[in-house]
Structures are given as C-alpha cells and as structure tokens.
C-alpha cells in the first residue's frame, strides 16, 4: 500500500463549494418550479421538502457511498476512505454527512478547525464515521 496523502484543505474546501454550490442551484430551480411565491421570493414547506431531503441523501450519501466521491471530490482528486484505507460504504457516507449541517451553520469553521488541528486531517463527521480524505491516488487498497 502506497503512503497515504491527505487532501489539501485548498481542495477540500472547493470540492464542499461545488458540492453545495449544485445542492443549492438544485433546491432554487425546485423552489422556483414548485415552491409558494412570496413577497421574499419562493417558500417551500411540509411535504414539498421531501423531494429536497431525498436529493441531498442521493447526491451526498449515495453517490459518495458507491464512489468514494461527490462530483466535486471527484473534480479534485480526492476521494474518501475509512481510516483503515478501506473503501467507505453508504454507511460511512451517512455518518460523515449527518454532521455537515455543524459546519454550514457555523459557515465551515469547525470543519476548518478540525482538519487544521487533528493529526489524520478529519471534520467532526471524519472523526464521527472513522473516515479520511485523501488524495486519490494515494487511496488504492
């Protein structure tokens, strides 16, 4: 097994703006086609989150349960592991992604934070699923 290479925070950090940059543009154009106009803009509530909450688990836990990767890690060379190297399932993947909501509701500080000061380089979702991210290819079994 080669050395395992940590992913640049440099790269992580654009691989989560790309991430959530599709996640975002997918929830407007949904609010947009099928949401309530307000004064504010479009609203959407109760049963019409459902399909919003249904692309997030497909995009971020799905995806990267089956590749390793988003699109955005995937546009950046870096892929997710467990912390043994092994490949990560869509287990991990939900583990490491529940906990995402602390770093967008303190604009990524923890994130940045726990990957600056943590030896394997892990957000509080890392830490939480026993997951890393790597550069890819330095992932390979």
């Keep these: 097994m080669k050395n395992r290479k940590k992913a640049n925070i440099s790269n992580r950090i654009f691989a989560t703006i790309i991430d959530y940059s599709i996640f975002t ?4 154009l949904y609010a947009v086609c099928f949401g309530e106009e307000t004064i504010e803009g479009h609203k959407i509530t109760g049963l019409m989150l459902i399909p919003i909450v ?7 836990v799905i995806i990267e349960g089956f590749y390793q ?12 592991r467990q912390d043994n ?4 399932d869509i287990g991990h993947s939900f583990k490491r992604r529940i906990l995402d909501l602390i770093d967008l509701l303190f604009l990524g500080i923890p994130a940045l934070i726990a990957i600056s000061t943590t030896e394997k380089k892990q ?4 830490m939480y699923a026993k997951t890393i991210v790597l550069e890819e290819e330095y992932a390979d079994e």
Excluded: E, M, P
């Design 69 to 80: 990767a988003t699109l955005g890690h995937q546009l950046l060379n870096i892929t997710v």
């Design 54 to 60: 249904i692309f997030w688990f497909c995009y971020f």
């Design 25 to 28: 543009l997918v929830f407007f």
């Design 85 to 88: 190297n092994k490949s990560i």
């Design 123 to 126: 957000r509080l979702g890392d």
